[in-house]
């Protein structure tokens, strides 16, 4: 048995990947100060004897003994992370360093979910891992993509200095149950739109597009990372190869949904990339891994989930 850290384990993408650690026979701690994550997604792993949680903030030190850590902390949609800029660089520098300094401590495997926003707007399409980017470093976005970027940093300068065992990981688009449903991102917002017959607001002309990887395999290719030979650090991309437009994903979901909403059209937000979409050679060729769900059946799924969201709480669904 494992004693396995997850930073940001209240979160949509955290407490799935807590129930799967769990399934495996592994004492979890989860830490999450509640920001953007939400205590009705770990309620039902209270009971388990081998689940902990401390509600703590990673900006500062944390001392628990654990051999795995999972970094996760970090608001991940723009709405969110650009609220409190100031502090959503510090979550990514500051806390990359006290968990870093913790797996030195403990001799623990470390992994950290960096982004594909680190590309920022491509001139290299599909990215490859090799690809170092084309970011705006002032902009409404930097201080989640510089935030990101500069952890990656830390993260490869403990490996050398320092020895520790980490593993760079960088996510794509990812959807899924649990998502909040406030945090502006384009499967949330346009599933909540559809299902109360609201306006679907798309920004620009809608033929910007992305790559969606539903969140069971998004939780295996971590996890299958994180058990990877210490010789093996990435980065690696990790993410769904399909490429759809916006326009086309709007269309999808009226349809599954049997929404009346019209598609409207707003002014694309500063810096939103043209293009998004991972090459996933290296996730195929190390890991043995690649996405196996369909975006029609995860988009059921999380469809299913928000229906059942506005029926028990509907407040919590409100747009704000």
């Known amino acids: 048995m494992k004693r396995v850290l997850v930073t940001g384990?209240?979160?949509?993408?955290?407490?799935?990947?807590?129930?799967?650690?769990?399934?495996?026979?592994?004492?979890?701690?989860?830490?999450?100060?509640?920001?953007?994550?939400s205590k009705r997604n770990i309620y039902h792993l209270l009971d388990f004897h081998s689940f902990e949680l401390i509600r703590h903030d990673v900006t500062q030190p944390i001392y628990v003994e654990c051999d795995e850590i999972y970094n996760l902390a970090c608001p991940a949609s723009p709405i969110h992370y650009q609220t409190d800029s100031v502090q959503t660089v510090k979550t990514c520098v500051h806390g990359a360093i006290n968990v870093l300094g913790l797996a030195k401590r403990t001799k623990a495997r470390i992994l950290q979910t960096s982004t594909s926003e680190i590309y920022g707007d491509p001139a290299v399409h599909p990215q490859v891992e090799?690809?170092?980017?084309?970011?705006?470093?002032?902009?409404?976005?930097?201080?989640?993509?510089?935030?990101?970027?500069?952890?990656?940093?830390l993260f490869s300068c403990y490996r050398r200095q320092?020895?520790?065992?980490?593993?760079?990981?960088?996510?794509?688009?990812?959807?899924?149950?649990?998502?909040h449903?406030?945090?502006?991102?384009?499967?949330?917002?346009?599933?909540?739109?559809?299902?109360?017959?609201?306006?679907?607001?798309?920004?620009?002309?809608?033929?910007?597009?992305?790559?969606?990887?539903?969140?069971?395999?998004?939780?295996?290719?971590?996890?299958?990372?994180?058990d990877t030979?210490?010789?093996?650090?990435?980065?690696?991309?990790?993410?769904?190869?399909?490429?759809?437009?916006?326009?086309?994903?709007?269309?999808?979901?009226?349809?599954?949904?049997?929404?009346?909403?019209?598609?409207?059209?707003?002014?694309?937000?500063e810096d939103d990339p043209v293009q998004r979409r991972p090459d996933i050679t290296v996730a195929m060729d190390v890991l043995g891994w690649k996405p196996t769900t369909p975006l029609r059946d995860g988009l059921l799924r999380t469809i299913e989930y928000f229906e059942r969201l506005l029926v028990d709480d509907p407040e919590f669904c409100a747009a704000r």
């Open 229 to 269: 030979p210490p010789e093996f650090g990435g980065p690696v991309n990790l993410g769904n190869p399909e490429e759809f437009t916006m326009l086309g994903l709007a269309e999808r979901i009226a349809e599954l949904t049997g929404s009346k909403s019209r598609i409207v059209h707003m002014p694309l937000p």
């Open 130 to 153: 090799e690809y170092w980017g084309n970011v705006n470093p002032i902009g409404a976005r930097s201080c989640y993509d510089e935030g990101k970027r500069c952890a990656e940093t």
């Open 9 to 37: 384990g209240s979160g949509f993408l955290g407490s799935f990947l807590c129930e799967k650690l769990l399934d495996r026979g592994d004492e979890v701690v989860c830490v999450d100060n509640f920001y953007t994550g």
């Open 181 to 226: 449903p406030n945090d502006g991102r384009v499967v949330s917002n346009f599933i909540l739109q559809a299902l109360q017959n609201r306006d679907i607001t798309i920004y620009g002309d809608g033929r910007q597009t992305r790559s969606f990887c539903y969140r069971d395999d998004m939780v295996d290719a971590l996890m299958r990372l994180m």
């Open 162 to 179: 320092c020895g520790v065992d980490t593993k760079i990981a960088r996510i794509f688009n990812t959807y899924g149950p649990r998502m």
